[in-house]
């Protein structure tokens, strides 16, 4: 019969102590969110005791039309913000990657300042520009998102850059020389090189940006109007009013998006590493 | 000069090259260099001299601050590395690591444009001619240091350059499989007959490959001159420490007469070297540890030298032998060990080291 | 990395459209707001520019004072129960099995992921009234109840007259824990990421000269860590000092942060000179921070070039 050694000295990873802490910080993240779950599908209205399967709350939330306006709204946008967020992330990428040119740094100050600056800030910026500007209301839809959109393009696009960046960090330049080297222009080299080398930033940075953008509610709940609600800023409003196994249905449905995004994001990441 | 026997002009001449990087760096000082059709063409020096600099301005990724560099008979000031008829081995190896082995090696041929069709077997062609026949099919991730090293050599002679430049090819293989890509490599350029300009820090592999080497030393050329007139005939002090061990010895110039050289060795009293030319100066004196012999008593054809065994280094084929004589001058001697009698006796105490005035280096760089 | 000169063209192709994104929907929004601040409102909707600093001063009243003050002490309570929760679990992922902690940090992580407005609102699940805490507790509460029944003592009321459920939120407690349920993997990675460079020998060679566990921590691991807990420190202090959701949705009517007095200046009492002001005060004490510990950064990088 094999006994377990005891821990060794370094095996801090065993000792019950640490293992408790780190059980009790995950059951302190996890437990709201299952809760939440569990109890889109409870048959009860407001107490917690469970009270047996359903998926009313589920129907009702699909009949909500403006809870569904909002979450064709908040996905319309967080796709186009993506498309964008990924070009101007990848230029961004290869421009403070490549080159040297006068005043870089505050340049990447500038950059990262998206970043690092408070939500509420670029939230309150954003609604003053669009109103100063006079951006106008009443456009039919989809171009009533578009300050939405923009402001969301203006936030993700330096976290793509930053990704993409960080993987370009590790690339060998000395296989674009080998490209030009082989007879590719600049183009060519660029295209058949150091894109394909990019694709997993390019992807995770993606997938970052449209996460960012279906997650954002301060910036939006400024820029948005009475005819423009995304999905955050409707649920806000709902529980502002009341918390109803609805909203619990709804923002299942939304995490069951974000977990599908997450697991294609760490996937195609760990298919990059392992081929 | 370039030793043609046909009379070609050089295929690559580098006429008075210099190249500063930003923040005053000088890398290259005024460098000259005519390299031969066919020539197995070495540069050699430390890490950090410049030599992977001139590879580069070669294959276009660095232009020079001054000079010009020619090329099959045209200035490359003016061309891409993309228009350039030279093609390089990178030290990374650089194969793309999305494509295939076959991608790779066809890579250089789709992008240049014009006829598809005879890719593929060019491009088998290649692979055979590195040993890698039947490899197309896999991705670079599967392959050994060696079999991408490789790869790269054949997607660089499938363009069938006038020049092969390989950036420390060696580098960064173990050392029995160096060993055996020296040889390769060799084999390799007899086949193809292209010209093949290396880049080094490796001493013995810039010997055991190369016609002609150049060494290279904070940016300036030493000396370019063939494997054994490299070893046996360096003119400068650096070149005679780089490659190979060296006993160096400073002296005052006592005078030349009759072809002999009287110098006033520091610590060892009165040398005479033969000589062909009027020296004048101070000059250092140099001998090779395999040049210098063991004796127990004084031999008298010899110049010699009583010295006290400090420490002995046994290392197989030779032993290294270190002593210093009762002033303070140290010598390094490597005896051979011929049998294994030789290897196991080794010396001690007070022994004579001795060796042919002939085998005396006059140093004056 | 070469001269922008030595390849103009592909440098403005790629310098270009970024730049003109951010200097038109980025930087011009932040200079209009700059210049609002140092507005004043006149009539309802029209704001007029003086370059006066009223708004400015206006900030420094006690009533906002006392709030940037809870800001700082929210966010700096968050920060050290963060520090302290996030180095447990960075320490216990770090020496997890290898293959294992791939998993663990993914565990860390997905929360990250998901919609902040639903985890705050998760959290108002558990801690309301007849939430899950207090329904544990109420549990508790019966069972001790039974158990002093059973014995004989339960006509004492020891235990009250009936369970008193505790008031977890709309205060500052809920705002706090909000606070560091949203920020917690903030903490952990680069704690982690600090842990998981640091080389083993290290704590090694300190028990083998003799320091015990709890030495070795704080005179070599600790010091070891120390970009990562800087870093840590500040990507947890410089958001939760900023939270607007947090305290909104979590917070009572005196646990406001300084981000719910902005928004109320631009949404309901519609005083944006004033609010513009305060958001600019909001980000200069953002950019101290961030610049304190690059100040740090560069120190520490000195001192171990000396």
Known sequence: MSRRAPPGPLDYGRRLWLRFSLWATFLFLYAPILMLVAFSFNDSRRNIVWRGFTLKYYEKAWNNDSLIEAFTNSLTIALVSTVASVILGMMTAVLLWRFRFPGKAPYEGAMSLPIIIPEICMGVAMMAFFARIGWPANLPWPLNLGAITIAHISFSFPFVAMVVRARLARFNPELEEAARDLGASQWQSFRDVLLPYMRPGLVAGGLLAFTLSLDDFVITFFTSGPETVTFPVKVYSMIRFSVTPEVNAASTVLIAITLFLTTIALWLQNRAQSS | ?365 | MESWRRNPLTFWVFALPPSLWLAVFFLAPLALVWMMSFGEKVGLIDIVISWRPDNYLRAMDPLYLQIFLKSFWFAGLTTAVCLVMGFLVAVAITFAPPRRRPLLLLLVMLPFWTNLLIRTYALIAVFRTKGLVNFGLEQMWEWSQSVLQGVGLGDLGLLGPEFEPLQLLYNNFAVVAGLVYVHLPFMVLPLYAALDRMDRSFIEASLDLGAGHIRTFFSVVIPLAMPGIVSGIIITFVPALGSFLTPDLLGGTDSQMIANVIERQFKSANDWPFGAALSFILMYVTFIAIALRSLWAGRARRGSAA
Request: proline share 5%; glycine share 10%; hydrophobic share 40%.
């Open chain 2, 1 to 365: 000069m370039v030793r043609d026997p046909h009379g070609r002009p050089p295929i690559i001449s580098i006429n008075g090259v210099s190249k500063s990087f930003p923040g005053g760096v000088q890398a290259l000082a005024d460098i000259s260099i005519e390299v031969a059709e066919g020539e197995f063409f070495a540069l050699l020096g430390p890490s950090g001299c410049g030599k992977t600099t001139l590879l580069r301005i070669l294959a276009g990724f660095e232009t020079p601050s001054k000079g010009d560099v020619f090329i099959d008979g045209r200035n490359m000031s003016r061309v891409a590395p993309n228009h350039r008829p030279v093609n390089m081995v990178f030290q990374s190896y650089a194969v793309f690591p999305h494509m295939t082995v076959a991608e790779n090696v066809a890579y250089g041929l789709k992008v240049g444009g014009g006829d598809r069709s005879g890719i593929p077997a060019r491009v088998e062609e290649a692979l055979e001619l590195v040993r890698l026949a039947g490899y197309g099919d896999r991705s670079p991730q599967q392959l050994s240091g060696g079999q991408t090293q490789r790869v790269a050599l054949a997607r660089a002679l499938v363009k069938k350059p006038r020049v092969l430049l390989l950036d420390e090819p060696l580098s960064a293989l173990d050392a029995k499989l160096r060993e055996a890509m020296q040889l390769e490599l060799v084999r390799l350029q007899e086949t193809v007959g292209i010209t093949f300009v290396i880049v080094t820090h490796d001493q013995n592999e810039a010997l055991s490959m190369a016609d002609r080497i150049a060494v290279i030393e904070q940016g300036r050329l030493l000396q370019v001159a063939s494997p054994l007139e490299l070893y046996e005939y360096p003119t400068s002090r650096f070149v005679a420490d780089f490659i190979g061990k060296m006993n160096l010895f400073e002296g005052t110039n006592l005078g030349c007469a009759g072809g002999v050289l009287s110098v006033n060795v520091n610590g060892l009293g009165r040398m005479d070297i033969p000589c062909e030319d009027n020296i004048e100066g101070d000059v250092g004196l140099a001998v090779r540890p395999e040049k210098m012999l063991l004796y127990d008593h004084r031999p008298d054809d010899r110049l010699a030298y009583e010295a006290i065994v400090d420490k002995i280094a046994y290392q197989g084929s030779e032993t290294r032998v270190f002593l210093s004589t009762g002033d303070g001058i140290n010598f390094e001697v490597s005896v051979r060990n011929a049998s294994r009698r030789a290897a196991a006796e080794s010396a001690s105490g007070s022994v004579w080291v001795a060796w042919h005035p002939a085998d005396t280096l006059i140093l004056r760089d």
